[in-house]
Structures are given as C-alpha cells and as structure tokens.
C-alpha cells in the first residue's frame, strides 16, 4: 500500500503502551498473590499491585480526557461497518474496565480496612468504611471485571492479529511509532 498511515499521536501512543504494560503486570501478579499464605512479601506484593492499579487509574483517566480532546486518526475506509461498530465498542468497555478496575480494587481495600498508599509515600483516602460482608461483594467484583478485561484484551490483540496477518493492513501500525513498523 502506498497510502500513508494515519497513526494516533505521540501523547496516544505513549498512554495505550504504558497502560498496556502495567496491566501486563497487574493481571499475573494479582493472580500469583491471591493464594498466597500471608507474609510480608504476600502484603508486599498487594501495594505493588495497588501501585500499579492506581496508575492505571491516572492515566486511564488521563487516556480518557485526551481521547476526548484530541480526535483518532479515522480507520481506513476498507474496514467492514460491523467491524468499526466492534471496534468502538470494544475499545469503550476498554476504557470502562480501565476506570472501573482501579477503582473496585480501592473501594475493596477501604472495605476490607486496608488504606491504599501510592508509592508508600501518598496515603489515598479510604472510599468506604470498613464492612466485611461489602468487602466480600468488591472482591468477586474486582475478579468479575478482571476476567472481563482479560477477555476484550484478548479480542483485542486477537483483532490486531487478524488485521496484520489476514487482513494485511495497517491498523496495528496506527498505534506504533515510526520506524516500528514492517
């Protein structure tokens, strides 16, 4: 193809990749951690997952603020209706999860009676008060959006996949740097 590729902005690019690694790491740690027995290094563990899960919620909100300010590049014209509908879709329960997640896992914590403190350094209000049987609720909550994002994360490198591999064009390179691409 000759047509040059629309990419997403640098500011785009940056907050869809750094997002992108920290829920690489959150995920398999809030896994790995669950069934821990408790020590120090299982509650350790924890505030580094709330580390991350807090700057997931700082940049998604950041991500959200930005996609609302700055328009997308448009999809080629090639992409079947009901695929741009997915697209959209997919990438708005994205945003949602991104937002939510974040936000059950401290309303869990405060629930559960323990504070959140990003970084160790910045002590974030509790949301709630301590209520076990509500604690309980947020947990299976948090692990329900979890599983959800899992899976919209999977379609969406699915649907990355089938447009590099099968399709041939340049969606995926929208998202990447020059010189990244090919």
């Not at 300010?69 to 329960?93: G, Q």
């Not at 869990?108 to 301590?130: E, R």
């Not at 959800?148 to 969606?171: C, E």
Request: glycine letters at 6%.
């Amino acid at each position: 193809m000759n047509t040059p590729i629309q990419r997403y902005n640098n500011t785009a690019m940056a907050l869809h990749w750094l997002v992108a690694l920290l829920v690489f790491a959150a995920f398999p740690l809030g896994v790995y951690m669950h069934d821990l027995p408790l020590s120090p290094t299982k509650l350790q563990y924890y505030s580094y997952h709330k580390w991350i899960g807090i700057t997931i919620l700082v940049l998604a909100v950041t991500r959200v603020v930005w996609r609302i300010t700055h328009t997308p590049p448009p999809l080629p014209e090639a992409i079947p209706r009901w695929e741009v509908v997915v697209s959209h879709i997919t990438h708005l329960a994205l945003y949602g999860l991104l937002l939510a997640i974040p936000l059950s896992g401290w309303l869990m914590s405060s629930a559960k009676g323990f504070q959140t403190v990003w970084f160790g350094l910045l002590p974030l209000p509790d949301l709630v008060g301590k209520d076990k049987a509500l604690g309980d609720l947020l947990t299976t909550v948090h692990q329900g959006l979890n599983l959800m994002l899992f899976l919209l994360v999977g379609m969406h490198i699915a649907a990355v996949i089938k447009h590099k591999l099968i399709d041939r064009d340049q969606i995926l390179e929208r998202m990447l740097p020059k010189g990244m691409s090919k």
